[in-house]
């Protein structure tokens, strides 16, 4: 039975010894002449991209935007999408508070707080990307598009939510978020929060408007915070007590606008085997089998690195020829000439 070698930090296969050994080069596999010649790709920004308050979100992307302006100059149509759980749960948090305070306020419900967070991280970026680039000489449009995203009503997520939202509760108020049905979850000495299921996505709802912006080679952000997640029932959509996970849309809305690339944008460099340890050393190039095989062996954190990797791997199986980036935004200018990041691929 033919097996998959062993992943290694970037190693490729160089020569068989006569006792069936196998000797291994570390030798980085550049984007230069790879993604370099690529023009459509979609950006997915992490939460260090944004901050986490309305003011650290304005200067954060003032910052963030030079990022992704230099992808603009060198060619890349961008199709933009971004975290939300700082911005959801002030949110969901700050209704909450004056629906306390003033009964007549009604409550929003996880779908409005996922739509009102689009908007306003959106028109930050949008805003400040657009002024970025009129300082650079380049004048091309940019723009938000509210995205909804259907999920499966019975999805496994939903039985089991994980996602924590909002503020620490009282034992009596998380008393009546029970008697409504949603879910809490108790920290000791701190008190309870609200937790919500992460189901994955099925279909992007708005995606044939976000393809013609991006065709016509428009700067694009959709599908923010993982999109608003809803349910179709007999042509309406109704939207869900849940959140997407914003690693898992990227890696659909690439594969969906068949895109060349995905660039995942994080808080690390690279991607690295036994991250955190003395033994620490950063993967310069994977195979999709080799990420499937350092997942199983558990090198990959759930909820940090391991959803890029499904996400990469998912993009991956529909667009075979694309390739995946994960590197951090202070070395994308860098990384996708071939000098930092993970470079993800089928096959070598």
Avoid at 284 to 301: I, K, R
Wanted: include cysteine; charged fraction near 25%.
């Amino acid at each position: 039975m033919k097996t998959e070698p062993s992943v290694r930090a970037g190693y490729s296969m160089k020569t068989k010894h006569s006792n069936g050994s196998r000797a291994f080069h570390s030798k980085r596999k550049g984007w230069k002449g790879k993604f370099m010649n690529m023009k459509k790709v979609v950006v997915s920004l992490g939460h260090d991209a944004l901050g986490y308050t309305t003011g650290a979100q304005r200067d954060a992307v003032k910052v963030s935007v030079r990022a992704l302006a230099d992808l603009v100059e060198e060619g890349y149509q961008l199709t933009i999408t971004h975290s939300n759980g700082p911005q959801v749960s002030m949110i969901h948090k700050a209704m909450t508070e004056l629906h306390r305070v003033y009964i007549d306020y009604t409550p929003a419900p996880m779908c409005v707080c996922s739509a009102m967070s689009q908007g306003y991280v959106g028109y930050d970026i949008q805003n400040a990307l657009r002024s970025e680039l009129l300082a650079r000489g380049i004048s091309k449009p940019v723009s938000t598009i509210l995205t909804q995203v259907t999920v499966d009503p019975y999805d496994e997520a939903f039985y089991e939510p994980t996602k924590i939202i909002g503020r620490y509760m009282s034992k009596e108020d998380a008393e009546i978020e029970v008697k409504k049905g949603n879910y809490v979850k108790e920290y000791p000495g701190k008190g309870f929060r609200r937790v919500v299921a992460a189901p994955k996505p099925i279909d992007i709802v708005e995606i044939e408007a976000v393809r013609i912006l991006a065709d016509a080679g428009q700067v694009v952000i959709a599908c923010g915070g993982g999109g608003i997640p809803v349910i179709e029932q007999h042509h309406v959509l109704k939207g869900a007590s849940a959140v997407i996970e914003k690693d898992a849309i990227a890696g659909k809305l690439a594969a969906d606008l068949a895109c060349d690339g995905l660039i995942i944008l994080t808080g690390v460099d690279c991607v690295y085997r036994d991250f955190g340890t003395e033994k620490q050393t950063p993967l310069p190039s994977l195979t999709v089998a080799e990420a499937l095989e350092a997942a199983a062996q558990g090198q990959f954190e759930a909820g940090t690195m391991l959803p890029k990797i499904e996400a990469a791997v998912g993009y991956l199986e529909k667009v075979p020829a694309g390739k995946v980036l994960i590197t951090s935004m202070e070395r994308v200018k860098d990384a996708v000439k071939g000098g930092a990041g993970t470079v993800i691929t089928m096959r070598r």
